[in-house]
């Protein structure tokens, strides 16, 4: 294994200018400003070697699942990337209720409706979060979830909070979460036109980090810009530790995945590195795999470790943390199991939900595909 993966102990960080990523940061949702060397020391790392046992399969019979959602009560949302809807999974007996479909998807290749977030204000405002591929671009809207309503019938017309992401093929992007700051975080893809992801006015090849409005959020490196980092190629994994240090997966061309830690401002290469680069105004990732071994899409915290769902890989990836360094090397779970796997969400304390990606047009379903399955992990 330590022939196929390359294990990054630093983020290879420097202080020079252009927005690399040198020094402490100091910008809202930073993962740097609490990771000196000092601080990373007195930080308990978690064992080198963990352990993942699947304990259910919670539901099956899914259509191109994508993102995944926790409700208060603990059942789960799941969007369809392919049929453009939405659906309630009971998380006791894998019942599924179709919430209804969200108008103005328009799937193609890669894209269609992709993440799905709870506003952080749930409880009062039942609104989901969702981004997706319309004819035009890549957006985020807003759902009212009215529960009372006939299945079916459940979701409202969407609002649009943001729009204007480039769409392609393939590198939509489409991960989107509520950081600790109850800003969104949305993650991009540069569509195909690598260019995107050095242009700071583009949105494409970026996280941006958004008010729940829709505008860019305050604090943001760039001003009145929604950008919050650059360089990437096309992330689908956003991740946040409990010292509120956000993380992000990328998935590489022909040679290196990675696994970053963000910090706000910095530029992460693409399409002038992929993976570690000698170059200091680069922020190097903190692990990297090759692209058979991961092609990463969802990532989440759990037990000390960042817990990384890899399709073309098909195996669950452990990321032991020390700080914003990995602190021994990535360990693969789940290999060829249950195929192509697309998102992994925290179920608290040590329990995950991980989602397979089977029917996706680029796997091997299996009879049940695509299936739900509650894994507990150390």
Known sequence: MLATTALLLTAGCSSSGGGGGGGDGTGPGSTASNSSPSRQ??????????????????????????????????????????????????????????????SGVSPAGEGGLLGIALSPDYAADHMIYAYFTSASDNRIVRLLYDAKKPAGEQLGAPDTIFKGIPKGYIHNGGRIAFGPDRMLYAGTGESGNRGLAQDKKSLGGKILRLTPEGDPAPG???????????????????????????????????????????????????????????????????????????SPSGITYAEGSIWMAGLKGQRLW????????????????????????????????????LTTSNTDGRGDPRSGDDRILELQVG
């Open 220 to 294: 943001n490196p760039f001003p009145d810009s929604p950008v919050y980092t650059y360089g990437h190629r096309n992330v689908q994994g956003l991740a946040w530790d409990p010292e509120q240090r956000l993380f992000a997966s990328e998935f590489g061309q022909d040679t290196w995945d990675e696994l970053n830690a963000i910090k706000p401002g910095d530029n992460y290469g693409w399409p002038d590195a992929e993976g570690r680069s000698s170059d200091p105004k680069y922020h190097n990732p903190i692990a990297q795999w090759h692209t058979d071994d991961a």
């Open 318 to 353: 452990r990321i032991p943390l020390n700080g914003t360094a990995a602190s021994a090397d990535p360990q693969p779970f789940l290999q060829g199991k249950y195929g192509r796997l697309r998102t992994v969400v925290s179920a608290g304390g040590d329990k995950l939900w």
């Open 41 to 102: 020391a007195a930080e308990k790392a978690p064992p080198a070697k963990g352990s993942v046992k699947v304990l259910r399969t919670v539901t099956t019979g899914l259509n191109t699942p994508w993102g995944l959602a926790r409700l208060p009560g603990g059942d789960l949302l799941v969007s369809s990337r392919d049929e453009g809807t939405i659906t309630k999974v009971d998380e006791k007996t894998g019942r599924k209720t179709e919430l209804g479909k969200v």
